[in-house]
């Protein structure tokens, strides 16, 4: 009998294969040729969510279009093999999206991938290499100022997770209810000319007991980071893009793109930054406009979902 290679998580088996197997094609959405992008040290993303409906590829395809950087770490929930487990979704989009992030690996960037707990049939892998791609359970990052950083998905220090994993699918369901629904809200949004915004990252902020669970989470993988040793710490997980000083121990929390559509960078001098995709958008559109339309208070940038 031929060894399952994934162990325990064999039940994921058939949805990691039709997404490691797809042919690659050429994109839908050509790369653009001649975009100045912008340049940086380090890049960390996560919970990209391909595979779902609620993932802004849109979003995404327009940030690796004017992003480059000398490393990328995809930081857990890159493939959503639970959703993808239950019904196969995979729009010619998210191929896109990993034929970019192939093509950065074959120009030279660095490309490390940490899975987290919606892409845990990737795990196993850990310690091996497919076209470019580094696959770690947990990675090491040294700053260009010389400070360390643990990269971890973070999903090992959610309580809910680890003593309640039914409960983990429960909310999972919930939540892509609610990504639904904030798919609905933001086509009327850009029927009227009104830009991107997550309906559940509003609720996050509004709801005390989701506010309170975020603070003890980033408490937890903070002390974490500190019993081992390190500067900081870089996650992801609870779809919450965060900088914050615990102690001296640094929290870096790179979002998502499923709601916030976050990216965390690391500048050259080793400055780091949260960049919200949207706002870079409506910038880089507000630069272009014509003299006297920036400040026009009815132009209004729209932000594909």
Not at 117 to 125: A, K, L, Y
Not at 218 to 234: I, T
Request: glycine share 8%; aromatic share 10%.
């Amino acid at each position: 009998m031929t060894e399952n290679p994934l162990g325990g998580h064999g039940h994921l088996l058939p949805a990691f294969d039709k997404v490691a197997n797809f042919p690659l094609n050429a994109p839908k959405i050509p790369e653009p040729s001649g975009t100045d992008r912008r340049k940086f040290r380090t890049i960390w993303i996560s919970d990209v969510h391909l595979g779902t409906k609620g993932c802004n590829s849109g979003l995404l395809i327009d940030f690796l279009d004017h992003t480059d950087s000398e490393t990328m770490y995809l930081v857990g929930d890159i493939i959503d093999g639970w959703r993808l487990k239950k019904k196969f979704y995979w729009p010619a989009e998210h191929n896109d999206i990993v034929w970019r992030i192939l093509k950065r690996a074959k120009r030279g960037t660095r490309i490390v991938y940490v899975p987290g707990n919606h892409d845990e049939m990737v795990r196993p892998f850990s310690g091996m290499n497919f076209g470019g791609v580094e696959i770690e359970r947990a990675a090491f990052h040294t700053t260009a100022d010389g400070r360390k950083l643990m990269v971890i998905h973070g999903d090992e220090f959610d309580t809910i997770m680890l003593a309640h994993r039914w409960l983990a699918f429960v909310g999972d369901a919930l939540y892509h209810l609610a990504m639904g629904l904030n798919i609905w809200v933001n086509r009327i949004r850009r029927a009227f000319d009104l830009p991107y915004w997550s309906l559940s990252k509003m609720a996050k902020h509004k709801v005390k007991n989701a506010v309170e669970f975020i603070s003890r989470y980033e408490e937890v993988v903070a002390r974490a980071a500190a019993e081992r040793g390190v500067d900081g710490v870089v996650c992801g997980h609870i779809h919450t893009a965060e900088i914050r000083d615990f102690d001296g121990v640094q929290y870096y929390n790179d979002g998502d793109w499923v709601e916030g559509c976050n990216a965390l960078v690391e500048h050259f001098d080793g400055t780091m930054e949260l960049l919200h995709w949207p706002e870079e958008i409506a910038k880089r559109t507000d630069a272009a406009a014509p003299e006297g339309k920036a400040d026009d208070p009815d132009s209004t940038t729209k932000v594909a979902a």
